[in-house]
Structures are given as structure tokens and as C-alpha cells.
């Protein structure tokens, strides 16, 4: 069962706190249930109007989190006293621990083979009896329809019931919509959780997540590489508010 959403510029976004994300997403797996789960924040939002296969994917998906403040910040205002953000890195920890407790497979799709290497070490160090079954690292500039359906097969035979996909917006939910009816496992699409997970990445300070400026710190420890998209995304998204009255109904 999903809790109820807010529209947010056309999406619905979950009413939702991390402990009832948690426990929503375990328990259609303990149900033997499919479903993806998308974390939306300003960059998907300015993406999914401007991308009509990305718009289908957030549709399609089970679960749509605030993972952005001023997402949870946009709900609250439309009166979802319930809402909280939903962090993709917390969301991703303690769903882990989660799976742990429960023994339920995870497994792992993207991210750089070092970065799956760190993260298998803190997992075993900090999560141990975690039943991990696979991390598997495609390469970064895409991959065959023959790989694909290699990594499907592999994902499938490892019996995975939760698969965390670290392909980065909008790969990660593209390929989620197209091989949810095929894997037998809820998966999530993480993006850069899984190298703040593995301790590659320094996280924000709390203070600064609550201000909503987490963005900026991570511009601060990526400038070359977030640049371009913070300052054309969050514009495009400011942009998309103005003019709410028109583009609320539909993100087309």
C-alpha cells in the first residue's frame, strides 16, 4: 500500500517521513511486490518537464520521495503536515539496515568499481550479516543491449529483493521503468547516495540540509562538475513555479 501524495508541479510526491518510506518499500517486498522508487528534487523536476521519457518514469514509479527540501518544502505549504524530506543517503542506510534485520537480498547496480569496493568494506564493518548478493559497476558511457540483458540475467539469478541503481538522473529511472516487470525486486534509484554511503563524498552538515542549501555545498566540493546544472536546473525549477498555475495539471 503507498501513502498518499502531494502534487508538486504536475507530480505526485509520497506524504511520507523516512521511518514510513522504510517500512512502505520493505513491506511490498515482504509481499513479494515490484514497484521503483524515484527521489525527486529540483534537477529531476526541471528534467522530467523538459524530458518526456523521464516525465513517464517518475509517473510509473511506486514511489516518488522528496528527496529535495524545497520539495518537502512545496508540500508543506499545500498542507501535508505529514511530510518530511526523504533523504536519498539516509533512505538508502536505512533501508539497508532494514534489509538486514529482516534478512532480505540487496544488491547494487552502479557506481565505479572502487566505489563498490569502499562501500562492500563499510557494509561488512558497519552493517554486518547484511545479506549483499551483488555490486555491479556497468560502464559509465552506457553499455550493449546484449550487456543489458547480462546484468538482468545476473541481477535475476542472484535473487535479489531490493536493488539499489546508482546509474545517476535520468538513466537510473529510465532503465528502472524499462526492467521493473522483469526483476523480481524493488529497486531505487540512488543516484550519488552511493558514494556518500561508501564515504567517497563528503555529506552537508545538518544545518545546511535543513536550510535547504545543500546543493550549494556540493556545488562548493564539485564546482567543475555541478556548475551548469545547478544553475540552469534550479533556475528552469524557479521558472516552473512562476508560472504553477499553468504547468500544475500536467508536466507535459
Known amino acids: 500500500m503507498t501513502t498518499a501524495r502531494t502534487p508538486i ?3 505526485g510526491v509520497q506524504v511520507a517521513d523516512l521511518e514510513g518510506a522504510v517500512s512502505s518499500i520493505l513491506r511490498r517486498v515482504q509481499d513479494g511486490g515490484r514497484g521503483y522508487a524515484v527521489l525527486f528534487n529540483t534537477h529531476m523536476c526541471s528534467e522530467a518537464h523538459r524530458d518526456p521519457a ?4 517518475v509517473e510509473s514509479a511506486e514511489w516518488v520521495f522528496a528527496d ?3 520539495i518537502y518544502w512545496l508540500q508543506r505549504l499545500r498542507g501535508a503536515s505529514g511530510a518530511r524530506q526523504v533523504r536519498g543517503a539516509d533512505l538508502t542506510w536505512a533501508l539497508l539496515d532494514a534489509a538486514r534485520r529482516s534478512g532480505t537480498p540487496v544488491g547494487f547496480f552502479g557506481g565505479s568499481p572502487h566505489v563498490l569496493e569502499l562501500l562492500q568494506t563499510k557494509l561488512a564493518s558497519d552493517l554486518p550479516g547484511l545479506d549483499l548478493r551483488l555490486a555491479l559497476s556497468p560502464p559509465h558511457g552506457g553499455w550493449s543491449e546484449e550487456a543489458d540483458r ?4 545476473r541481477i535475476t539469478a542472484a535473487g535479489v529483493r531490493i536493488l539499489f541503481v546508482a546509474l545517476g538522473c535520468p538513466r537510473q529511472e529510465l532503465w528502472m521503468m524499462r526492467h521493473v516487470g522483469e526483476l523480481g525486486a ?3 534509484g540512488i543516484g550519488a547516495a552511493v558514494d556518500f554511503c561508501a564515504g567517497v563524498k563528503p555529506q552537508a552538515p545538518r544545518l545546511l540540509q535543513r536550510l535547504g542549501l545543500e546543493w550549494l555545498y556540493r556545488l562548493a566540493t564539485e564546482p567543475r562538475r555541478l556548475w551548469r546544472r545547478y544553475l540552469f536546473h534550479n533556475m528552469h525549477f524557479l521558472a516552473l513555479l512562476a508560472f504553477r498555475g499553468r504547468r500544475n495539471s500536467s508536466p507535459r
Open 186 to 188: 524493488v529497486m531505487l
Open 9 to 11: 508541479l504536475g507530480f
Open 68 to 70: 529535495g527540501r524545497p
Open 150 to 153: 547480462d546484468y538482468v540475467g
Open 54 to 57: 523521464l516525465c513517464a518514469a
